[in-house]
């Protein structure tokens, strides 16, 4: 989990509290491991996750911009200690969606593999490829979040069935696509507007949008790839899933910093108007 700064303020974000958040407001028995800093001032805003976390150094620090035109800037300052399957709490090893969304690839994937027995596993790509330049940022902003080359080994990614990622998560990336595609039987590949691209055993499919009034983009990703998780748990096709997921993104980007959670129920109708 991070600290996240919105106009001067610091609020909650990470794949992990967007991800279980969403998960949670969806109907699911969610439960997060993380790591946080001793600074870490979020805890009102996960009241209604089971969560545990270690607490050690400094909490990771994001600052997202989203200018009128061209794509995001992002800056980091400070990173938290690293997330290991020692925090799992006793009970929690055998779930039936293990997700993997580290922010700053702080999380050993075969530890975690090792350390659960999940009837579904999946990773959330865009922690991996982040890398920071040298450069200093805005004031206070920290450096500049550049692509950092990922080449996951087959060894690493075997036992991964759902891969999550955005075509932001391919830059610099060369053949990290091919590599996810031959390792991974479900790949979602989300293109903002244009939908989501579903790669299933060879075959690829396209999954639409539903409109929605954007207040705040930040973590539509990581509650589309839960909507998606909840439904292929459920027993849902990838489609069915991915409309699920596309839906709940929709409603949680028209508020600011997770603040429509509580509204994601309404994602299984806004799932029937998916195209």
């Not at 530890?111 to 920071?132: C, E, P």
């Not at 595609?181 to 949008?209: D, F, M, N, Q, Y």
């Not at 790839?225 to 980007?253: F, H, N, P, Q, W």
Request: charged letters at 25%; glycine letters at 12%.
């Amino acid at each position: 989990m991070t600290h996240d700064r919105v106009d001067g303020r610091i609020v909650p974000g990470g794949c992990a509290y967007y991800a279980a958040s969403a998960f949670g407001a969806l109907g699911a028995a969610s439960r997060l491991v993380t790591t946080v800093g001793e600074d870490f001032c979020c805890d009102p805003d996960l009241e209604r996750l089971e969560w545990v976390a270690r607490r050690a150094g400094r909490t990771t620090v994001f600052t997202n911009l989203y200018p009128d035109s061209g794509p995001r800037l992002q800056y980091i300052d400070r990173v938290a200690a690293d997330v290991g399957p020692a925090s799992l709490p006793a009970g929690w090893e055998r779930p039936d969606v293990a997700f993997f969304g580290p922010v700053f690839d702080e999380l050993d994937v075969r530890a975690w593999k090792r350390a659960l027995s999940a009837r579904i596993t999946a990773i959330g790509v865009q922690g991996f490829v982040r890398g920071a330049d040298s450069a200093s940022g805005p004031e206070g902003a920290g450096r500049r979040v550049v692509p950092r080359r990922w080449r996951p080994s087959p060894e690493l990614l075997e036992g991964i069935e759902v891969a999550c990622l955005s075509e932001e998560d391919l830059q610099g990336q060369a053949d990290l696509l091919d590599r996810l595609v031959a390792a991974i039987p479900l790949v979602a590949l989300t293109r903002e507007r244009k939908g989501c691209e579903l790669i299933e055993g060879g075959r690829r499919v396209w999954v639409g949008i539903h409109a929605a009034e954007v207040v705040d983009p930040t973590g539509a990703g990581d509650t589309f790839a839960a909507g998606l998780l909840y439904g292929l748990a459920a027993g849902l096709c990838g489609v069915e899933a991915a409309r699920i997921g596309a839906a709940a993104a929709s409603i949680v980007i028209e508020g600011e910093a997770g603040a429509n959670f509580a509204r994601l129920p309404a994602a299984f109708e806004r799932a029937r108007r998916v195209p």
